[in-house]
């Protein structure tokens, strides 16, 4: 359920956190922001730098769990002379 007015502090950066694999968009509209995106990020700029964690974006927030793995793995020799 979406913020009824702009999250501030901990719970900004909470509900950011908890909606970061959804995206930019949608943690914005979560967290009050509605479609105010650079309003939305500045705020939790501020909020995370308040509370001593360095970020340049919402991304920064995703835990190693929350990021997207990548799909198998390409074997392959250097040269085709090594097959």
Do not use: W
Request: net charge negative; aromatic share 2%; with cysteine.
């Amino acid at each position: 359920m979406a913020a009824s007015s702009p999250l501030k502090g901990t719970e900004l950066v909470d509900c950011a956190k908890a909606n970061a694999k959804q995206g930019l968009e949608t943690a914005a509209r979560q967290c009050g922001y509605g479609n105010d995106l650079e309003h939305f990020s500045q705020e939790l700029q501020q909020a995370c730098a308040d509370m001593g964690i360095a970020i340049e974006g919402l991304q920064d927030l995703l835990t190693p769990r929350q990021m997207p793995s990548q799909q198998g793995e390409i074997v392959a020799p250097d040269t085709a002379s090594d097959l």
